[in-house]
């Protein structure tokens, strides 16, 4: 495009957003047909947005703009990206815009140009459903006037009558029932509008969908209407139900409970005394008929929640009013009874249980709690990305405070890690129908900056067991044919080469040997998981495996609490991924080995030791001197400073002269003052 016609673009695109309208006549109706179909075709990014000039104007409502364009014979149904309420939708229309944004007059416009009153977006969502959503009662009938269909669902199988019930349009769903509706269409998750009425609160449309004949059914996960209300703490929807003569005593029992203990445990909706008042309210329900007591099931306690077991009577419930701590557990324990452990509910007031523990500095009850909501996760197939950087923003602030950290848990966590790393890969392999693959391999990407925190967190809490103060034990220096720790202790000793010098006989070698054993299991323990960890293989999406990103000064660390232990790049976490099997010669998607990456550090003299160390572990890993990237850059090539260079020369006997000799023939002698170096260094 000329800058000629690239000036007069933008100079239309911003009087249709600004709604001038004159300046927008006297521009186009200078111009041949072509030039207006072409100026008017033109996609402009702003803000994250993709529009053209009828998109933009119609999504800010200026009618003369708009009046103005139709005039020059637009594309009615071309496409763009706007931004509504923080949602990005891709694939809308003029039409879809002005139905979103309320312009009742927009719309008419449009419609009466001959726009595609049906046009759906990328997620099949129509225009009616955009003016469903926005409660445009008066944009909703005009558009169904006009032959707009209500039964269109966008691709989660999601209804017009389900997001007005969603967004509590009373008027628009009671339009939307009266022109035959269905008011038990089920979205993919199993749910009905009424579903939607009421974990959102809106008794009214509860009443009229009941009213209109809507069944009370279970979605995916088996919870009612009613049982939604009440784990979303909708006591105004939980009594209703319970008013109602269809629903019997074990369901208000169920509900009531419920209610009490997700008032106990809602982060937005917290309140013990209404979380009492309804649990009271249950137990009530259970023993007011003398003559048929609903009993409480038997139930396993589960150990994070203290292995608390659920109060069975009104005395039992009452004797625990006043103390929190223990409403807090009993409630914990009731969600999981009542809604299952398969439900993806479960575990977020857990992990908020938790969350309230570690700012009161109790980390010990927080880690149990986190580890069994990563448990139930898990178990469900739910994604945990959140979570493990959660563990090791906690493990870091209680490393980097002082307080005693298990290694256990950090050891679940890292095979947690696993995991879901699998997951992740296997999903980019294999998507499934709701399988977001960008978003995944977005996922992954955090998961293996989040594997490397967890790996140098497991480093410190060995090394600060054990390594610091035993000399002869290093994590760094184990054996990869080791299986265990008694394989060590079954090879002569070997990592205590040391001795044993100055130890007591008798129990206090006993101990120290004791010691020694579960020290050596812990490091076995890394380094098994670590080589899971490599075996998957994962990549960033711009193809870094672990190694890379170990190596690269680029890689981001999280500044809560976890900047405190960990950075990048780091030496200690790059032996280890070697020893387990890393691979010192892949590749990024530009051909960039992990040497490639290293050897630009801007810290080489400040931190010499780090950078000298992670050349010389890949080096002498069989790391190529020679191999040239996307840009035919060596790693020698990319060095910005001479102490990269200089320690690339150093070895050069061992790793340069009789390995790759060709690749430094072409080398000059301002390059790496290679005729400088001391003869001894370079030959001896």
Known sequence: MSSGMESMRKKVY??????????????????????CQHLLSQVV?????????????????????????????????????????????????????????????????????GANVNHPTKTNSTPLRAACFDGRLDIVKYLTDHGANIHITNKYNNTCLMIAAYKGHVDVVQFLLELGANPDEKAHCGATALHFAAECGHVKIVRELLGHGAKITQNEHGMTPL???????????????????DVSRQEKVDALELLGA?????????????????????????????????????????????????????????????????????????????????????????????AVFADNARFDRCLQLWVHALRLKQMNKVCVMKDLLRFAQVFSQMLHVGVQLEFE?????????????????????????????????????????????????????????????????????????????VGALNRG???????????????????????????????????????????????????????????????????FHTNHICRFPCATTTKLLIACGADANCMDNYRNTPLHLIVPYQKAVSDFLTLHNIIMALIESGAHMDTVNQLGATPFDSATTGIEKHIFITYCKSFLYYQCFPSIAHLSYNDCNFFSCPIDMIFS
């Open 409 to 485: 848990v950090v050891h679940e966590v890292l095979g947690a890690t696993v995991l879901e790393l699998k997951r992740n890969k296997d999903k980019i392999l294999c998507p499934g129908p709701k399988d977001d693959v960008d978003n995944i391999k977005e996922e992954m990407e955090s998961n293996m900056i989040t594997a490397l925190y967890l790996i140098m967190i497991a480093v410190c809490v060995a090394k600060g067991r054990s390594s610091s103060s035993l000399p002869g034990v290093s994590i760094i220096n184990y054996d990869p044919g080791m299986n265990n720790g």
């Open 45 to 113: 990014e702003e803000d994250g947005q993709k529009c053209t000039p009828l998109i933009i104007t119609a999504r800010n409502g200026h009618e003369r703009a708009v009046r103005t364009l139709l005039k020059f014979s637009p594309d009615l149904e071309q496409e763009g990206t706007v931004k509504f309420d923080g949602y990005v939708i891709e694939g809308a229309s003029p039409l879809w815009c002005a139905a979103g944004a309320g312009h009742l007059g927009v719309v008419k416009m449009l419609v009466r140009a």
């Open 227 to 245: 049982i939604a209300a009440a784990e979303r703490t909708r006591s105004d929807v939980v009594e209703y139900f319970r008013s109602r003569p």
């Open 262 to 354: 997700s008032f106990a445990s809602d982060k937005d909706n917290y309140n013990i005394e209404l979380a009492f008042k309804y649990m009271m309210k249950g137990m009530q329900e259970r023993y007011c008929d003398p003559d048929i007591i609903l009993s409480k099931p038997p139930s396993n306690p589960v150990a994070a929640y203290e292995s608390r077991i659920e109060c069975k009577t009104v005395e039992e419930l009452e004797s625990i009013r006043h103390n929190s701590g223990a409403l807090h557990m009993e409630s914990l324990a009731i969600r999981e009874r009542i809604l299952g452990p398969h439900n993806p509910e479960v575990p977020h007031p857990v992990i908020f249980r938790g």
């Open 493 to 559: 000793m070997r990592v205590v080469g040391f001795g044993m010098r100055g130890v007591e006989r008798g129990d206090t070698a006993r101990q120290s040997l004791q010691q020694l054993h579960q020290d050596v299991e812990k490091e076995s323990q890394i380094h098994h998981a670590v080589y899971s960890l490599v075996q998957v293989d994962a990549r960033t999406r711009t193809g870094q495996t672990l190694l890379h990103l170990a190596v690269n000064p680029e890689t981001p660390v999280d500044d």
């Open 14 to 35: 911003h009087a249709a957003k600004e709604g001038m309208s004159i300046s927008l006549y006297t521009l186009l109706s200078v111009k041949s047909p072509e030039d």
